[in-house]
């Protein structure tokens, strides 16, 4: 059972949802590339034809390697994706509040860390500076 | 200066909350070294060679008295007595201990201060000018658009994970004091105070010091500020998504500028900036009012002409004359001076200053220059906006407490990077070096017949004491085993429309007992070669380096 955080209509939650079976970007894109769900690397060139999927998950090496942040921004914005966005990997409970922001709507968290935590900082801030996908009015327009 | 809103205030106290957090998961084991590693850099959290070191963020360095004496505070109750001027503008304490740094953060906070992003791969404090809003030369104040790009990059969740650490510099006068040549973005801005929204700014990218010394390419000549902050967001990505993560000694922009060339960087930079220009983040006129007005001239009043005092006190008080020679500027205003207390004393490492002195410095800046004080990137405080009437009772107090060197930018006006002593990056010991030439060259006479030398010691190539841009740099280097020292020539940060320069290595490195006899060489050769008075860079870049390698490995020959 892997361990989800999801943002929803009624804010971000733990969910319990069954392990879903991800294709590897070259397999789905074999199998015709439409609907079902994709993962892709954070070093990923994102393109039009992923838009189908219904989910995507970026694959994070490291917390520390912030492509995969800049992959979301464009997928939701520059990309308009609507899909589940999914952050998985090198993900813990202290970097869940960045990929929130960044237009992640999904959070798995490897085995052994703490979703309850995960949860309780997903948004360390009540309000932010800068405009971002979850956020899209900068505060110095306020 | 920029006055905490609720929200900047509410903001900080959750960041100082979340660290706590994150400290006691920590020490209850539930994060491990290398998470709880990423997580206190960037709260200004270093682990050194003999203690923690908690950076403190001076935002474009500028602080209000009542933070000074908090600083002052801590370094009392959480330190030993004692802080360091960084050569980022930035605070540093070097002894607290890892469990009370919540409750440094906490005091931090309270005087609407923080620790954000001065550590760790992220955006760090925007630098400026010391001498912002004041000095004589100036054209526009930098300061708010370095506190417009601070809020913008507090906790950017998109750049927050960036391959290395990104450090911006921002200058708004003729000379570049801030050295934005040399840094990741640096910005020149143009304008006039009265209409900040209708500034330029010229955006170069890509210069650093380090390993690799190179100086920034102009990308954007011209930018109408509004989009400062979309253009400085298409950079980040372009540098989020292609900066190496392979090997960090290749991980910093200037690397992926020169590998995209500087052309085909701006290409890729314009082209994702077609996507952001006119959007959400361009900044309107009443948000450039806004922040200028909290950087509007202080209150000043008509000074009576005291040339004829001052004459006086030069006279009968030859050490104040020096310094007013040296550490007093001129002001835009009629009647005024910048001052810099230099931190610069025999046997004291450059830019560490007793908790004593800092609050010592507060209440001066109090008393004589509208409760504000500025940092330096050369690790002094500088007092910007001080009536001349009221030089000479500021320097006798000064004298007192051990600030009133009256060195600015002369031979022992180092920048020296702690070293060796503290920090485990070095290859070797900085300090010794700064002291045994501060007591080398100790006598001020030779120093003022010197006169302008930037002579800047790094402990390793990381560079910072900004050796490369010394007109004397020394490098410390490990030569099997033991500390030697790399001597180099000519390089300057930059002066009026002089791009900065990198200087050059004068040949093989020479051991610490050395040092000084080869410095002692160096100035000789100056003092016999120059013209008139002509100052050590012209002079240099006159002969050239023969005449000095010459002399300094004649008799090794």
Redesign the interface.
Known sequence: MPQLLRNSDQGWQIVDEPDAQWQSLSDWQAAGGSRGRVTVNVDSEPDQSWLSADAIAVDFPALTDGRGLSLAVLLRTRYGYTGDLVARGGVHEDVVHFLARCGFNVIELPQGRDLQTALRWVSPHTDYYQASVSNPTPHFLN | MYQYSE?DR??VN??V??YR??TQ?YLDG??SDD?FL??RLRNGLYIQRLAPMLRVAVPYGTLSSKQLHALASIARNYDRGYGHLSTRQNMQFNWPALEDVPDILQALADVDMHAIQTSG?CIRNVTTDQFAGAAADEQIDPRPFCE?LR????????????PRKFKIAVTGATQDRAAIGVHDIGMRIYGDDASPENALVDIYAGGGLGRTPVLGALIYQGLPIKHL?TYTEAIM?VY??YGR?DNKYKARIKILVRALTAEGFKAKVDEEWT?LKDG??T??AD?FQRLGEFFTPPAYTDQPDVSATLADQRLTHPAFNRWLTHNVGPHKREGYAVVTLSTKSVGVPPGDVSSEQIDAVADWAERYSFGEIRISHEQNFVLAHVAKSQLFELWQQAEAHALASHNNGLLSDMICCPGGDYCSLANAKSLPVAEAIQRRFEDYDFQFDLGDIDLNISGCMNACGHHHVGHIGILGVDKKGQEFYQISLGGHAGHSEIPPKLGQIVGPSVARAEVCDVIDKILRVYLGLRLDHESFLSCFNRVGIAPFKENIYASAA
């Open positions: 929200f509410s903001f959750q960041r909350a979340h957090d994150q998961r539930k994060l998470e990423q997580l791969s417009l809020q913008w990059s507090t906790s950017h969740p998109e750049f927050e994970w960036l902050l990505r989020n998504r993560r996507h959400v983040s900044v309107p948000t």
